[in-house]
């Protein structure tokens, strides 16, 4: 497809449990490390590092761009416990800052007061994710809003109950209008907007790592940078949590014992059974419990389920590293590192957003094969005559499913298989524009194929 081969962010899901990046397996070339064996170049060093930067700007759908009083009103419905059936809970009352956007339980709780099924997961960074939730039943920030508003385990009252609340707040109804000028009216689409927006917001801050990144040699300690190695190299975390975020926004079976199916129950495929998403890494150290169910007090029980706790079946994901041996320096030279991921003091939103509009950026390509190259597929943006197929071309051995879009909702599984082509045949009453957008994150994701 002309595409150019990019470098591989490799990443295996290692710690916090299984939620783009590309990276290389690399030891660090710096004067901490010069005694290091088969230290790397300078320029194989500057590329790692560059895989780490931040990104200059924050994505935002066409269909729900950034504004500063979306931003205004999607804290206060984030804030807002009239979201829940009897008033008591917020968004913000489990999704808190100061403990990773989490609330430090190994289960979170709705309004009935019972365990739910999973840990709450960190919302730092999600702008750049999709789909969405440990299993990645919803496809955007938007679709997932009403989620937990209508579980009857979390805040238990219809969408439309909370809309009539809030429209009868003449403060809140001139916010929605000052937010959607364009469509101003209290709906659950512009509730979802609102709450999304300032969902993409949570950025997580600058730390003692981004500074290390950036040049400065003295940011991290001989032990931190050792982590870093380890991180990269022998135990294979980044074959996972990668880029920015620390994370490549897939699900993958790491191996924790239950029956929670997780993916594999979204997509109805066995081979994606107990896949979780990737978890990203920032702030990590205000987000205890890990793992999804919050099995996993410390980062050292972490490492421990990595070392020797793995259950061994079918659906582990082909990115963990099998047989990982790690001493007890090696360990405390991993956590030593991980802790240059979180923030000196209360972590901060940034007062500015540099945002940008993400979609298609150019016109569709007549085109009837999409490639794949490493956790990326090309073209990106598609278009189908009625009635046409189109074949998918895929390179690795790791299952994936492909949700379309159609009028028809049509689900179409595929397994991944070296060199190994699948097709699907479009409903033939519409032609359709397909952008590949989040088909990029290879395990588990979904394509929205739109009209």
């Known amino acids: 497809m002309g595409a150019p081969v990019r470098m591989r962010l490799a990443t295996a899901a290692f710690l916090a449990g299984g939620v783009i990046g590309a990276a290389m397996a690399a030891l660090v070339h710096s004067p901490i490390l010069q005694a290091a064996p088969a230290a790397r170049s300078t320029d194989e060093l500057a590329a790692l590092k560059a895989s780490f930067q931040r990104p200059p700007t924050v994505p935002f759908p066409a269909n729900n761009p950034f504004s500063e009083q979306k931003r205004a009103l999607g804290e206060a419905l984030f804030h807002d416990k009239r979201l829940s059936i009897d008033g008591s809970l917020a968004c913000a009352s489990c999704h808190e800052r100061g403990k990773g956007f989490a609330d430090g339980k190994v289960q979170g709780r709705g309004v ?48 439309a109950a ?17 937010a959607f000028p364009e469509v101003p009216r209290v709906d659950g689409s512009n509730l979802a907007k609102a709450i999304a927006t300032y969902e993409r917001t949570f950025v997580s801050p600058d730390t003692r790592f981004d500074r290390w990144i950036a040049g400065d040699e ?15 190299g022998k135990a294979g975390c980044v074959k996972c949590h990668s880029g920015f975020a620390f994370t490549d926004y897939a699900f993958h079976d790491v191996g924790l014992p239950g029956e929670d199916r997780g993916r594999g129950a979204v997509l ?76 000196e003091g209360e972590p901060v939103l940034p007062d500015k957003i540099a945002a940008v509009k993400i979609g298609p950026s150019g016109p569709a390509e007549q085109v009837s094969t999409v490639s794949q ?79």
């Open 218 to 232: 003295h940011a991290l300690t001989q032990n931190e940078v050792a982590g870093f190695r380890l991180f990269t």
């Open 112 to 159: 009935p007061g019972r365990p739910l099924k999973r840990h709450t997961p960190t919302l730092w960074n999600l702008a750049w994710s999709s789909p969405v939730f440990w299993d990645g039943r919803a496809r955007s920030l938007e679709e997932q809003v009403a989620g937990p508003i209508e579980s009857p385990d979390e805040m238990a009252q219809p969408i």
């Open 162 to 178: 909370v809309v009539a609340r809030l429209a009868a707040d003449p403060a809140i109804v001139r916010a929605f209008t000052q």
């Open 373 to 451: 190259d490493d956790k990326a597929f090309y073209p990106t943006h598609v278009a189908l005559p009625r009635g046409g197929r189109l074949w998918i071309v895929t390179t690795t051995a790791v299952p994936t499913t492909s949700a379309y879009s159609t009028p028809r909702s049509t689900s179409i599984p595929a397994r991944r298989s070296r060199a190994r082509r699948w097709k699907s045949a479009f409903p033939s009453q519409a032609p359709f524009s397909c952008s590949a957008a989040s088909i990029r994150r290879w395990s588990f994701t979904s394509t929205s194929h739109a009209r």
């Open 268 to 343: 109805r495929l066995a081979a994606a059974e107990h896949a979780f998403k990737t978890p990203g890494l920032r702030e990590i150290a205000r987000s205890a419990p890990y793992m999804h169910d919050g099995s996993l007090a410390t980062l050292e029980d972490v490492l421990r389920h990595y070392v020797s706790g793995v259950v061994d079946r079918p659906t582990l994901s082909k990115d963990l590293t099998r047989g990982l041996k790690l001493s007890d320096a090696e360990r405390a030279d991993l956590i030593a590192f991980l802790g240059t991921l979180t923030s």
